[in-house]
Every structure is written in structure tokens, then in C-alpha cells.
T-cell receptor, first 114, second 117 residues
Framework: DAGVTQSPTHLIKTRGQHVTLRCSPI?????VSWYQQVLGQGPQFIFQYYEKEERGRGNFPDRFSARQFPNYSSELNVNALLLGDSALYLCASRARAGGYNEQFFGPGTRLTVL | AQKITQTQPGMFVQEKEAVTLDCTYD???????LFWYKQPSSGEMIFLIYQGSYDEQNATEGRYSLNFQKARKSANLVISASQLGDSAMYFCAMSPSGGGSNYKLTFGKGTLLTVNP
């Protein structure tokens, strides 16, 4: 079975541009979460979606938005890019939104903002 | 709010020896989960082990074990018989548990483990 997939793998943008990152969860998983990992730090939670509804949001500005599609794939959008948005963006899927169930991460999208 | 502290930026261990990676946490939640993830240079986060706050026994998964001391709020990872492939960043993380609130992992800053031949 395929794991969590993310696209693109790498991306270079300039300040002020917009970016869309994509994630496909493991088949059967209905919950998708997004994390930002700045170099030298642990991942920070951005969003969680379950059954196409936002279930949680981290401490990120409104320039960050996301959505989940009927097939449970997800997009993370970032507007008006800043240099500080350069990071590895990780997507994670789990079978259910609540209770303990393992969260599986994708390989990430490495975003560089120049 | 939940907080994870990993005080060891880097650790070195000889191949085939055991190593302990430290993790302390802070939370006001009564029920929570503790996790360890491995992140190789490729970037993917690999789940290693989970401990629930109400689990009485320490979790074990192959060469990995979690030394859970609830009163001390510590959740140290023990890797037995280290292998060269264990060289990576290791992150301790926690989440609230129960109901629909288990949606967010809070991570520490990580420990870079280097296994020497």
C-alpha cells in the first residue's frame, strides 16, 4: 500500500508569491494534518482536517489556509510568501480524528523562499 | 498548553551499545499520549513508539523502549544495540488524547544521534 504522498518535493519561490502544496493520505485515512518544520526545529502544527472540515489550527497567520477534498487529499496554500516561510512542510494522515491512532507522515515538501 | 523539552542537541554512541535520549514534558491534561519519531536526513518522520499516559507498562517496539516516569514527567527513549542506520534526528512529541481532541502533535527540538562504527 502507498504511504502518504506529497507534491512537489522541492519548490523555490520569491517573496510575495503564492504557493500550493498537495498531500494524498493513506488509502482509507480521513484525517490530514499539516506541519511546518523550520531548519533546526521540531515540526509545528498548522492545520488538521477531518472529513473535509477543519478540526484544528495552530498559531499561524491568515496567509496560511488549507482544504480537504472529497477523496480526502488536501492542499496547503500560503499567500504573500515571506523569507521565514522557508521550511519543510510535512503532511500526516491518520485513520480517525480522535483517540489514539498512529499518525503517518509523508516525505515533505521543501519550500525555499528567496 | 503542552510543552516538550529535549535537552540533548547531539548524542554519540558506539555501534552495538545502548543509548538513552532524554525527553521531559509539561501538560495540564490528565490524559495524553507520548511519541518518539525518527527523522533521517531525507526528511520523512518515522514513527517509533507510543506511550499512553494511563499505560502502566513501559512501551517496547523491537530495539526501542520508552522509559515512562509519570511523576517526573519524563519519557526517555532507549535504543538497544545501536546500528549505523540509527543515525538520525529523534523527536519526542505529545498529544492530548481522547475524543476528537487528539489532532495535534507538539514536538521537541530534537536530538541528533550519531552512531560510530
Amino acid at each position: 500500500d502507498a504511504g502518504v504522498t506529497q507534491s512537489p518535493t522541492h519548490l523555490i519561490k520569491t517573496r510575495g508569491q503564492h504557493v500550493t502544496l498537495r498531500c494524498s493520505p493513506i488509502s482509507g485515512h480521513k484525517s490530514v494534518s499539516w506541519y511546518q518544520q523550520v531548519l533546526g526545529q521540531g515540526p509545528q502544527f498548522i492545520f488538521q482536517y477531518y472529513e473535509k472540515e477543519e478540526r484544528g489550527r495552530g498559531n499561524f497567520p491568515d496567509r496560511f489556509s488549507a482544504r480537504q477534498f472529497p477523496n480526502y487529499s488536501s492542499e496547503l496554500n500560503v499567500n504573500a510568501l515571506l523569507l521565514g516561510d522557508s521550511a519543510l512542510y510535512l503532511c500526516a494522515s491518520r485513520a480517525r480524528a480522535g483517540g489514539y491512532n498512529e499518525q503517518f507522515f509523508g516525505p515533505g515538501t521543501r519550500l525555499t523562499v528567496l | 498548553a503542552q510543552k516538550i523539552t529535549q535537552t540533548q542537541p547531539g548524542m554519540f554512541v558506539q555501534e552495538k551499545e545502548a543509548v538513552t535520549l532524554d525527553c521531559t514534558y509539561d501538560t495540564s491534561d490528565q490524559s495524553y499520549g507520548l511519541f518518539w519519531y525518527k527523522q533521517p536526513s531525507s526528511g520523512e518522520m518515522i514513527f517509533l513508539i507510543y506511550q499512553g499516559s494511563y499505560d502502566e507498562q513501559n512501551a517496547t517496539e523491537g530495539r526501542y523502549s520508552l522509559n515512562f516516569q509519570k511523576a517526573r514527567k519524563s519519557a526517555n527513549l532507549v535504543i538497544s544495540a545501536s546500528q549505523l542506520g540509527d543515525s538520525a534526528m529523534y523527536f519526542c512529541a505529545m498529544s492530548p488524547s481522547g475524543g476528537g481532541s487528539n489532532y495535534k502533535l507538539t514536538f521537541g527540538k530534537g536530538t541528533l544521534l550519531t552512531v560510530n562504527p
